[in-house]
């Protein structure tokens, strides 16, 4: 049976940087092992990536956080941490969503729950085996977070768990708007 979001041709159309791709599009359009999902607390859906995620994926990864939920994660996910769930009728196998730090003028420990969010999804794909995972910009969206400093802490924190890890082989960044993309390729040469 078709998938309700067909892979594009995002490999070709990526950026590469070594392990790190860059791709400019829509995460749940692209067919790595995981797509990280930019979920909140409650891990019952909401707006933009996350949003998305739910509705190309369907109901299956809903019926995946609501099981999280009845079990250990009782009171939802705490900022930074991450889970892993089916990606339902995604091209990606899994999704791991991963709640970003909202922003509060960076006082608030800002950067290392951003960071957090980068290792603990890497350590889950780590963990599951996974060879490729794509992140969209954790937290630069509602959640307000300067982009320029979100990417630099997405760039560093990838680049410092790959150098440790085999595994995930291939990490994509997938951004939504050209500035955001000039972020990255900025970071990444
Ligand atoms: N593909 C790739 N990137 C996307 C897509 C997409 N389909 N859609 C949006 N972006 P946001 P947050 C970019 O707001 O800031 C939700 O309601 C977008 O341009 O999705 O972490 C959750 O339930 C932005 O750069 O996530 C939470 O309540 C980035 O993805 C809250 O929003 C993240 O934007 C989380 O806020």
Same mark, same amino acid.
């Given at each position: 049976?078709?998938?309700?979001?067909?892979? %594009?041709?995002?490999?070709?159309?990526?950026?590469?940087? =070594?392990? $790190? $791709?860059?791709?400019?599009?829509?995460?749940?359009?692209?067919?790595?092992?995981?797509?990280?999902?930019?979920?909140?607390?409650? $891990?019952?859906?909401?707006?933009?990536?996350?949003?998305?995620?739910?509705?190309? =994926?369907?109901?299956?990864?809903?019926?995946?956080?609501?099981?999280?939920?009845?079990?250990?994660?009782?009171?939802?996910?705490?900022? =930074?941490?991450?889970?892993?769930?089916?990606?339902?009728?995604?091209?990606?196998? +899994?999704?791991? +969503?991963?709640?970003?730090?909202?922003?509060?003028?960076? +006082?608030?420990?800002?950067?290392?729950?951003?960071?957090?969010?980068?290792?603990?999804?890497?350590?889950?794909?780590?963990?599951? @085996?996974?060879?490729?995972?794509?992140?969209?910009?954790?937290? %630069?969206?509602?959640?307000?977070?300067?982009?320029?400093?979100?990417?630099?802490?997405?760039?560093?924190?990838?680049?410092?768990?790959?150098?440790?890890? /085999?595994?995930? @082989?291939?990490?994509?960044?997938?951004?939504? /708007?050209?500035?955001?993309?000039?972020?990255?390729?900025?970071?990444?040469?």
């Amino acid at each position: 049976m078709p998938t309700a979001s067909t892979p %594009t041709t995002w490999r070709t159309e990526a950026k590469s940087f =070594g392990r $790190l $791709l860059l791709y400019r599009g829509d995460i749940t359009r692209i067919d790595t092992d995981a797509v990280v999902n930019a979920a909140n607390s409650s $891990l019952l859906g909401g707006g933009g990536v996350d949003g998305a995620i739910h509705r190309a =994926g369907g109901p299956e990864i809903l019926e995946a956080c609501r099981r999280l939920r009845a079990g250990y994660y009782g009171k939802g996910l705490r900022t =930074g941490e991450a889970v892993i769930t089916t990606g339902g009728r995604l091209p990606a196998r +899994h999704v791991v +969503h991963t709640v970003g730090p909202v922003w509060n003028g960076g +006082h608030k420990q800002e950067p290392e729950l951003l960071a957090n969010c980068y290792r603990n999804s890497l350590r889950l794909a780590t963990e599951n @085996q996974l060879r490729s995972i794509a992140f969209p910009g954790i937290s %630069t969206g509602v959640y307000g977070y300067p982009k320029a400093e979100a990417t630099a802490i997405a760039v560093r924190e990838v680049r410092a768990f790959l150098e440790q890890h /085999d595994l995930p @082989q291939e990490v994509v960044f997938v951004t939504f /708007d050209e500035a955001s993309f000039q972020l990255y390729e900025r970071e990444l040469e």
